[in-house]
T-cell receptor, first 119, second 114 residues
Framework: DVKVTQSSRYLVKRTGEKVFLECVQD?????MFWYRQDPGLGLRLIYF???????EKGDIPEGYSVSREKKERFSLILESASTNQTSMYLC??????????????????FGPGTRLTVL | AQSVTQPDIHITVSEGASLELRCNYS??????LFWYVQSPGQGLQLLLK??????LVQGIKGFEAEFKRSQSSFNLRKPSVHWSDAAEYFC????????????FGTGTQLKVEL
């Protein structure tokens, strides 16, 4: 059974703290993604990675960074948490393909999410 | 600009009734189209997808969706809703010229009355 796990379901942090959100997948997928989900806004892409040590900005990268040192693990980092980063964070992974266009139709598998509250 | 619109924020249906959730996209070419469902406290699960061929696609849990190029739509349907279908539904699109990412609609929250 395919699995994407996230290190915490709920997290409470204070303004200015450095926050690490961890995501692990066991499907040997090349692509991994971080989204934030807010009511009325749907899911918005923060960063994604298509290979180890590779990353690309999504639609809302400001205030975030990422790390992918191993294929199975993709970390989201909030360097200095702020209250407007209170949100649900979802990680996803997707298989790659020798044909980039075909990779886009592969299913993204999502983790259960981390609800982060910044006080 | 490329966008995905789900015009209904909330929908309430009675159990056993039919369901249609709307999704429209703004794009010149045919994108790749997906519907995901998010049950309370869960991550997203893929219901179905369309990328070519037959414009009526069947998915899991008895759902289907129809791609209509002329209307730039990909509406999700189910003939008879079950109480367990109560969830949030997201339409998502990969624009073929848009790189590697899914663009999501804002979601439709489905409530099922018993």
């Amino acid at each position: 059974d395919v699995k994407v796990t996230q290190s915490s379901r709920y997290l409470v942090k204070r303004t200015g703290e450095k926050v690490f959100l961890e995501c692990v997948q066991d499907m040997d997928h090349e692509n991994m993604f971080w989204y934030r989900q807010d009511p009325g806004l749907g899911l918005r892409l923060i960063y994604f990675s298509y290979d180890v040590k590779m990353k690309e900005k999504g639609d809302i990268p400001e205030g975030y960074s990422v790390s992918r040192e191993k294929k199975e693990r993709f970390s989201l980092i909030l360097e200095s948490a702020s209250t407007n980063q209170t949100s649900m964070y979802l990680c996803a992974s997707r298989a790659g393909s020798p044909y980039p266009l075909l990779a886009r139709i592969n299913e993204q598998f999502f983790g259960p999410g981390t609800r982060l509250t910044v006080l | 600009a490329q966008s995905v619109t789900q015009p209904d924020i909330h929908i309430t249906v009675s159990e056993g009734a039919s369901l249609e959730l709307r999704c429209n996209y703004s794009y010149g070419a045919t994108p790749y189209l997906f519907w995901y469902v998010q049950s309370p406290g869960q991550g997203l699960q893929l219901l179905l997808k369309y990328f070519s061929g037959d414009t009526l696609v069947q998915g899991i849990k008895g759902f289907e969706a129809e791609f209509k190029r002329s209307q730039s739509s990909f509406n999700l349907r189910k003939p008879s809703v079950h109480w367990s279908d109560a969830a949030e539904y997201f339409c998502a699109v990969v624009f073929t010229g848009g790189g590697n990412k899914l663009t999501f609609g804002t979601g439709t929250q489905l409530k099922v009355e018993l």
